[in-house]
Structures are given as structure tokens and as C-alpha cells.
């Protein structure tokens, strides 16, 4: 196959500079799209979600359909390659290469009118999946293939891939549901691939360019090799690897029962699907929708091995589920160490080696009752069953399918160098040899010393079986080469496929000519010639045979040299610093934009380098050398983190747990210790002495604050933007107040707790502190205020990690008395009471600290507990609130005892908001470049959903989150501890609905 691309090695050698500086300078005068050369963006696109690294030439986001053509056209002109790439969730390094990456995902995302009669929509090929979705369920419908990245993965991604996900036993993979494509070719050509009937197909394939090129080879060769094609492709409904030539022989193609019987036409549609961009680049598709179903119930059985589940698949089927899944203990126990996910665990019953979760669909609830009741009979003591439990509402939401779909990334969260590794993981044979299958599979994997974790969908005979391996050493190379050519061995003595869903890229390509076949194989490299005849698209890909082993992100000489050897966190329990970034897989669960808080400045600028994943690469090609700094100390890290909001979500929201927040704590540590801090981070990391300055010198300071000249003087001298004004001071704080103040008779009575007097709750609004004695002192308990100077958390968020571990051990020592006798420690403020109870954990300050961590909790979380506080005297309140939640509550402990400790109000409903962040975070929204994209975030779904609301008070527990919305939108949102004590019978006054229209104005 005749080839242009020389120059560009495997290993990411690019084009000599001259070549890449005109295709830049060509690309930028041609198109609209962002055109990024630099050494940062090529980093940020070198990964995947795979094993594999690669450099491209350059990064184009295109923010049109003509971009994409116009880069197509020039990179052949110039003889540089293309990848086409969505949200790079890719297990098979489908989605790098020394190329120019076109990236859809940030501009391509339109989706157009439903035609409800077709039953089809249009959709740009950045359109994710989770979001499709969403826009079809008013109407009743949906996309058929599931797959567990619903919230980030595109739909050029799923196209390119052929995904399938769970549900495909009964929807298919996503080649049943595209009816066309509008596509690139290889020359750039833009050209619509769709259903042709004998008629259109003739003239097509007598046409004289690269469109008639290609209808008459697929056409020639299908007539040629049909024998073969009927007799080598896998007749199982889980085939995803080489091309799709069976879709051009009636009737062939293994079909889900449920996919509509649609006369048969040629199509090339058909073809692109799965080729993951070898082909032609995809940018527009016409799509085929399904009902939603009415109702969804789900049957969980937990199993005592894994052999005993297996055994049962076929048995389950036939009770008429559209899905099976199964996750194994491996997951199960990784989850149990997640903080998110160890409360979704309540589905597995006993210990359970393997859990298998039958979804069933029925038009009624008393059909759905019926389905699931038949298979728990079925199943009700029978031999290796651990229990089951049935699900008949939401079962969509259901806890197994959190943790199902975040199995993969749970995974890859297992701390040291040995992961469960993507290679063998997407083998698919029928169901009815599975049990045998997986027990040579596991042999294959013991013989070479080591394990693996399975799960997938049992139904189709498709599991995730990932072998542990480490990767950084030749032996684990070695292994993973070994593996990899047994089980292709076994696949074909099964008649498998080696990748049900994943696809072929970098891991499994080499492995189609053994699994095809000579003949087909042969084929194949004819379909490429015809579409790519200079091997510009994805090359390596497909129809080449790569070394599964090389081009590593992490091989045998990956060297992590600039990990600081002195750290101001321990990161002893993930390893070390360099561990804890490499805790990043590129699975991408930081890329999702519709639910959750992860990641807060990805939301809303879509890109890379502004997602956890992004910065974690970032960090990662620093440590290794890979690009170019000093220490730690790098421009690009510089600006990749400065939009880190330090939320706390990724510690949670990331199955692998990546905790950004720290991480970028400990790099302004580390750059700091050879330079000096900023003027505007000593200020926030002493923003108590300068609230308690703010509130002796009040009203003055209050005047002071809002004044023009004063803002201008902040921008100028501590980068503070001039459009905030920074929070008014109340001259009677908190600890004034409470040394006058009379304390209720009941206080004591049930015991005492300390109260953290935080230097916002204290000196800004200090009525939140004043509600929380009240409410604490009449649920029975006497109050002490804690008196510490500061907890440290905006030290810590500046990277001033010395002085705040030296406040951290007065404190520690100032607490650790009260927390050894067993009396709680109680916060309003959610950044400064789990300060005490996370990070002091890792300031390596002994025992000590992990006893006043211990005992630290919001006060929320007190007043839920029935236990210590069995009667609280409140008044009926009738009406909603919303409430907004912190994003380091949601993310550390969540909502659910805010939400708790509110219902203790009779009458009162409580709805929380999904707003994310509020952009504010802290100092983040005051400072000189976050201002827009703090705005974009309050104006995400919080602001939103206020003014949608004005009659329903706003709740907000963090002090940063109630300063957001009253700067920018005049809404007075209140602490719920006030709301509390408002309706308490000894309250002096409750506190009124407010209007926010009013508020504003």
C-alpha cells in the first residue's frame, strides 16, 4: 500500500519543521477552527483511555463541517495523516497518532430535528450520547446502544467504534441503528453514504472519483469473497473488529431480535461504522431512534463464584431480559473503597464472588412485575445464589449500574503500578461456551503469574477479563505480548471475536489477519487502498499489525525524574505523588457536562486541558520529561491548573479517585518553595486576620469595600478583579456575641459539642453562627467556640502548605483533648470544618490529627443523626426550598444529611438543586482571569434555577456560594442551620420566603 507519511514514525516523530510550520499557517488561513502546535496541546492528545502514547503533529478543533473537509484536503496535500477523535474514551488506542487530530467533541455538537415518523434524528458527531438522550426522553424515544460512557462518549466516538454497550441483546450495536453518514474522504471530499437501490448504486459506481471508486471495490470485492465472508465472520452478535463487509451479504450480519427488519440496500454506511477513522472522517450521521421503554425493573443475584453465575447466563436469558450484567468481587471491593461508591453497594447480598443484573423493559407495571418475578423464582435457593433482589422503580438509576458502569475506572483506581490492563478485555464469543471460555481464559492468565477482574455483559458473551500487569517493566511487556497471542489462539478455536465492542486500534489490530483469515484479510487491505490510498487515515489501524507492546504510555523506561522527593501532603496511600497523577486512566469521566460537579471550568469551557484528565496528563508529561520545565515548574501546568477550582469533586465523582484539588495544592507548594508567593495568596492564605481587621474597623471597612478607587488598588496589587466586591464585615461577630449571650436552658442537658467559629461564619456573617448555638443549645447541648486563628484551608488552596500544617498542628493540639473524650466537633462552613476532617489527615500529624478528623462534621450531619439529637422543637414551615450544595460537602460527604436535618422542619420539601459549582470557590471568582468563567457557572443551572423560582428560598451552606449569588444576581441565599432556627419555638422571628426578584432589585 503506497504511503506519504515516512517522515512520521510510530513513535511520534513529526514532520520536519519547515512542513509543520506551512500545514499550521495553511490550516489557519482555511478554516475557523482553533489550531493548536503547541508541545502542551500535543501532549494533552498523545493518550486515551488506553495503554498507548503517541505525539500528534498538531491538534484542530474544527467549528465547522467545511474545517473539517478544508483539514482533510490540506494534511493530503501536505502528506501528513488524520485521526478523528470524540471524547477519547477509547480502550484500543483508536484515537492517537502521529497525526493532526481533529477533535469534534467542542464545536460539532448540533442536533437536529427528530423526524418522529422516520424514527431518526441528525446529530453532529460531538453530540454525547447522555445528552442525545436527554433531548429524546420528552418525546418518548431514545438511541438504542448504551454504552457505560453515556455521559461523555460522542457519537462519532460510538460510530467509529461500533459501539454497543449494555442493552445490546436487545438493541444491537450501533451499526443497526445508522441509517447514513456524511463523511470526508480521504482527498477531502465531502460526500453522504446512505441506502442506494440497484439503480443508484449502478450510476454511483460509474462515476470516475473517489466516491465511485469506492461503491464499485466494496461492491467487486463482496461479489468475489462472499464465500469466504460467510464462513469466516464470527456468527455471534458481539463482532466489532476488521471491517464491516458482511453488512453486503442479506441477511448474514448477526442481528438483536429487536432491531426493525428493514429491506435490504447497499450502503457504505455501514462500512464506516467500526473502521475508527481509517476510512473517511465522519461528520454528520442520520441516526435510527427506539421507543423508550414504559417501565424498567431489575433483578440482582449475587453468586458465590464466578463459574456459578456463568453457568446461569443462558438460564437468565431466557426469562427475556434485554440486558445481563455482571460485575465480579475485584470491582465490588474497589468500590467499597471509593467514597462515592461505597454507599451503592447495597445490591450484592453475602460476599459475593460475581453479581449478575437482569434488566427487564415491559409496557406495564404489572408485565414488569410478572418478568422479574418469574426469573427470582426461578432462582430463589438455588445452589451458589447469595440473594436477590428485585428493583421495580428507576431501576434505570439502580446502584448495580452506577457501579457497573464505573467499573472500568474503579479498576484502574487500584493503587501501585500493577492495573488491570486493556489488551485481552474485549473478547466475545457465544454465550453458551462462555463458562468454558472463561475458565481457559483464566488459565491462560494463572499460567503467567497473575490475576484478572472480569465483568460485561454476560449476555452476549462479551466480558471485560483484564489481566494485572505492570507495566513498567519488561516483564510485564513481555506477559502482555504473551497473553495476548494465547488468547487470540483461543478466540479463534472458539470462533470469538477478539473485540466485542472495544475495537481493533493499537491493541488488536495485529490480531485480524489470524481471526479473518488470508482471503478477507486480503479484502480489507483493498477497502483501505480504495478509501485511503496514501494511508493518511488513522494509519496503523485495522489493516496493520502493530506491536501491542510498544508505544507505551508507561513501559519498561518511563522515568517519573521531577517527582518532588519532599512533599507537604502525604501521598503515602496512593503510592507517592507521581502515583497519585498517575491514578489517571483517561477514561474521561471529568469530561461529562450535564450531571454532577466534576470538573467545574471543563463545563463550560470544553476544553482538554480544563478537565481532570487534562491536568493530570499535563503533570504527568512534566514528571517524565516528556515536556519542558523546570522542576515541577511549568508554564503550561501553570495555566492548565489556574481554572482548577479545587472543588474536591474529582476525589469522588473520578472512580480512580484522582484528587486534583491536592494535587494542585502540592504543586503551588513545590513552586513556591523557590519563589515567592503572590501578594494576592498571602492575602487569601491570611484572610482571617484580614476579616477580623475588616470587622473592628466596620462600617468603614464596608464603605471602603465598595468604593471604585479601592477595587482598582486590589486588581492592581493583588490581582483581585475590580468587578467584585469583596464580603461586608459585621462589626458584632460571632465571638462577641457569644461571650454576652444568655445560653438556652436546655443547653447541656444531653451534652456538649465544639462549634468551629470560622473566620467567615465569624466576622462575615456571623448570624449563621449565632443560628447554629441556638439550634444546638435547644436540641440539649452546650457550646464551646473552638477559638483557632484559622483552619487553613486558603493557605492550603494557595499551596502554602508549611504555614497551614503549622496552624494545623496549634489546632490539632487545641482539639485533640475534646476529641479523645468523644465530643463532636461541629462546622457550619463546609471548605473549613472538612479541612479538619481531610486534610489534616495528611499533614502527617499523628494520631492525634486523625482523632480530630474524626470527630469533625458538619453540623448538618449532627442534627440528622436521631441518635444524638432525638427531638429538635421546630414549627411546621409549608412550601419547597432549594438547596445548593458546596462542592466539597457534595464531594467528601454529600447533601443527604443537609437534606436530613431540613426534614426535620414539618411541611417543609426540600429540593437539591444539580448545579454543580457556583463558580465562586472560594478566592477563585474574585480573581483577574476567572471572572467569565465563574460567571458561566453560576449561569450553568444555579442562577437559572433561582430565577425560575423566586417564591422558594435559596439554601446554601458554603459562605462562597451564597456570596456568588447575591454579587451577581442580589439573592439573599441563607445558611440552612438559619432556616432551622428560624422555625425553632424559641426563635425570635422566622425568616420569611424571599423574593429574589425583589432581593434584586
Not at 442506494?196 to 470485492?221: F, K, N, Q, W, Y
Amino acid at each position: 500500500m503506497p504511503s506519504r507519511t515516512a517522515a512520521i514514525t510510530p513513535a511520534g516523530a513529526r514532520p520536519a519543521r519547515p512542513l509543520v510550520d506551512r500545514l499550521r499557517r495553511r490550516l489557519a488561513d482555511a478554516t475557523r477552527a482553533e489550531i493548536r502546535f503547541d508541545p502542551a496541546s500535543r501532549g494533552l492528545y498523545a493518550t486515551d483511555a488506553s495503554l498507548y502514547q503517541i505525539m500528534p503533529v498538531g491538534v484542530v478543533l474544527p467549528r465547522t463541517v467545511d474545517d473539517v473537509a478544508a483539514t482533510v484536503r490540506i494534511a493530503a496535500e501536505e502528506g501528513v495523516p488524520v485521526v478523528p477523535r470524540g471524547g477519547a474514551t477509547s480502550l484500543s488506542g483508536q484515537t492517537i497518532g502521529a497525526a493532526i487530530i481533529i477533535d469534534t467533541s467542542k464545536y460539532l455538537t448540533r442536533i437536529d430535528t427528530v423526524d418522529r415518523d422516520r424514527m431518526t434524528v441528525r446529530v453532529q458527531p460531538g453530540v454525547v450520547l447522555g445528552r442525545l438522550n436527554a433531548e429524546l426522553k420528552p418525546l418518548g424515544l431514545m438511541f438504542g446502544p448504551d454504552v457505560s460512557t453515556t455521559d461523555r462518549a460522542t457519537l462519532g466516538g460510538m460510530i467509529g467504534n461500533n459501539s454497543a454497550g449494555a442493552r445490546s441483546l436487545r438493541f444491537g450495536k450501533t451499526v443497526d441503528s445508522v441509517r447514513s453518514l456524511d463523511v470526508v474522504l480521504s482527498d477531502g471530499t465531502a460526500t453522504t453514504l446512505g441506502p442506494l437501490s440497484p439503480e443508484e448504486l449502478a450510476r454511483t459506481c460509474a462515476r470516475g472519483d473517489l466516491v465511485g471508486r469506492i461503491h464499485r471495490t466494496v461492491r467487486d470485492l463482496v461479489q468475489e469473497h462472499e464465500p469466504a465472508i460467510r464462513q469466516q465472520y464470527p456468527r455471534i452478535l458481539r463482532r466489532v473488529s476488521g471491517y464491516n463487509l458482511d453488512e453486503f451479504v442479506p441477511g448474514l450480519p448477526v442481528r438483536a431480535p429487536e432491531i426493525p427488519d428493514e429491506p435490504w440496500a447497499f450502503n457504505l454506511a455501514k462500512l464506516v461504522v467500526g473502521s475508527e477513522g481509517t476510512l473517511a472522517v465522519v461528520t454528520g450521521a442520520e441516526l435510527l431512534l427506539v421507543p423508550a421503554p414504559k417501565h424498567q425493573g431489575l433483578v440482582v443475584l449475587s453468586f458465590a463464584t464466578i463459574p456459578a453465575a456463568l453457568d446461569r447466563v443462558e438460564e437468565m436469558i431466557g426469562c427475556g431480559p434485554v440486558a445481563v450484567e455482571m460485575v465480579d468481587r475485584a470491582i465490588l471491593d474497589l468500590a467499597g473503597k471509593n467514597p462515592e461508591y461505597a454507599r451503592s453497594l447495597s445490591f450484592a447480598a453475602g460476599h459475593p464472588e460475581a453479581v449478575l443484573a437482569a434488566q427487564f423493559y415491559a409496557d406495564t407495571l404489572d408485565e414488569l412485575t410478572d418478568k422479574t418475578s418469574e426469573l427470582a423464582r426461578r432462582f430463589e435457593g438455588a445452589p451458589g445464589v447469595l440473594g436477590i433482589r428485585t428493583t421495580l422503580q428507576d431501576a434505570a438509576k439502580d446502584d448495580f449500574w452506577k457501579v457497573r458502569k464505573a467499573g472500568l475506572s474503579l479498576l484502574m483506581g487500584m493503587v501501585g503500578d500493577p492495573k488491570p490492563v486493556a489488551f485481552v478485555e474485549d473478547t466475545a464469543v457465544a454465550v453458551e461456551r462462555l463458562p468454558v471460555f472463561y475458565e481457559r481464559f483464566r488459565a491462560i492468565v494463572n499460567r503467567h503469574g497473575t490475576v484478572a477482574s472480569c465483568y460485561g455483559h454476560a449476555d452476549v458473551g462479551c466480558l471485560h477479563i483484564r489481566p494485572i500487569l505492570n507495566m513498567k517493566t519488561q516483564e510485564g511487556v513481555d506477559a502482555l505480548r504473551s497473553i495476548a497471542a494465547e488468547v487470540s489462539d483461543l478466540v479463534l478455536e472458539f470462533g470469538g471475536a477478539m473485540s466485542g465492542e472495544h475495537g481493533d486500534g493499537l491493541a488488536r489490530s495485529r490480531w485480524n489477519r489470524k481471526l479473518f483469515g488470508e482471503e478477507i484479510y486480503g479484502a480489507f487491505r483493498t477497502v483501505k487502498e480504495a478509501f485511503d490510498p496514501h494511508d493518511l487515515l488513522n494509519p496503523g489501524k485495522v489493516v496493520a499489525e502493530p506491536d501491542p507492546g510498544v508505544d507505551l504510555r508507561y513501559g519498561p523506561a518511563y522515568r517519573t525524574d521531577r517527582e518532588p522527593g519532599d512533599t507537604g501532603f502525604d501521598f503515602s496511600d496512593q503510592g507517592g505523588f507521581a502515583r497519585a497523577v498517575e491514578l489517571c486512566s483517561g477514561v474521561g469521566a471529568c469530561r461529562k457536562t450535564g450531571t454532577g460537579t466534576m470538573c467545574p471550568s471543563y463545563m463550560v469551557t470544553r476544553d482538554e486541558d480544563h478537565s481532570t484528565r487534562g491536568r493530570a496528563n499535563l503533570m504527568r508529561l512534566v514528571m517524565s520529561g516528556a515536556l519542558p520545565a523546570e522542576g515541577l515548574a511549568s508554564g503550561d501546568l501553570d495555566r492548565a491548573l489556574d481554572l482548577c477550582l479545587q472543588c474536591k469533586a474529582c476525589k469522588t465523582e473520578c472512580p480512580s479517585n484522582v484528587d486534583m484539588s491536592r494535587i494542585k495544592s502540592e504543586y503551588l507548594y513545590q513552586k513556591y518553595r523557590s519563589r515567592p508567593a503572590p501578594i494576592g495568596a498571602l492575602l487569601v492564605a491570611h484572610v482571617h486576620l484580614l476579616n477580623a481587621l475588616g470587622s473592628a474597623s466596620a462600617p468603614l471597612s464596608n464603605w471602603m469595600r465598595e468604593r471604585t478607587s479601592v477595587r482598582w488598588l486590589l486588581e492592581k496589587i493583588a490581582g483581585f478583579d475590580r468587578r467584585r466586591v469583596v464580603p461586608g464585615f459585621e462589626r458584632d461577630h460571632l465571638r462577641r456575641w457569644f461571650r454576652r449571650h444568655a445560653p438556652d436552658p436546655r443547653a447541656g442537658t444531653r451534652g456538649r459539642v465544639v462549634l468551629l467559629d470560622d473566620c467567615f461564619t465569624t466576622f462575615n456573617t456571623p448570624a449563621v453562627g449565632r443560628a447554629a448555638v441556638r439550634v444546638l443549645e435547644a436540641a440539649g447541648y452546650s457550646v464551646r467556640l473552638a477559638g483557632l486563628p484559622c483552619c487553613g484551608r486558603p493557605a492550603i488552596s494557595k499551596g502554602l502548605l508549611g504555614l497551614a500544617r503549622s496552624w494545623a498542628e496549634g489546632n490539632v493540639a487545641k482539639l485533640a483533648a475534646e476529641a479523645r473524650r468523644g465530643v463532636p466537633i461541629l462546622g457550619c462552613e463546609p471548605s473549613c470544618i472538612l479541612t479538619l476532617a481531610d486534610e489534616y489527615r495528611a499533614f502527617r500529624l499523628g494520631r492525634d490529627a486523625d482523632l480530630v478528623a474524626g470527630a469533625s462534621m458538619m453540623i448538618d450531619r449532627f442534627l440528622a443523626d436521631r441518635d444524638r439529637v432525638p427531638e429538635l422543637p421546630l414549627r411546621p414551615r409549608e412550601g419547597s426550598v432549594l438547596l445548593h450544595g458546596h462542592c466539597q460537602q457534595k464531594a467528601i460527604v454529600g447533601t443527604a444529611d443537609t437534606v436530613e436535618a431540613l426534614r426535620r422542619i414539618p411541611g417543609l420539601e426540600v429540593r437539591t438543586l444539580d448545579s454543580g459549582c457556583c463558580g465562586m470557590a472560594g478566592s477563585f471568582g474574585y480573581e483577574l482571569g476567572h471572572y467569565d468563567v465563574s460567571v458561566a457557572l453560576a449561569e450553568r443551572v444555579l442562577l437559572p434555577a433561582a430565577r425560575a423560582e423566586p417564591e422558594a428560598p435559596l439554601l446554601a451552606p458554603g459562605f462562597s456560594c451564597r456570596s456568588q449569588v447575591h454579587g451577581l444576581e442580589g439573592i439573599d441565599a441563607i445558611h440552612p442551620i438559619e432556616l432551622i432556627a428560624a422555625q425553632l419555638d424559641t426563635a425570635p422571628e422566622p425568616i420569611a420566603s424571599p423574593d429574589h426578584a425583589e432581593a434584586a432589585r
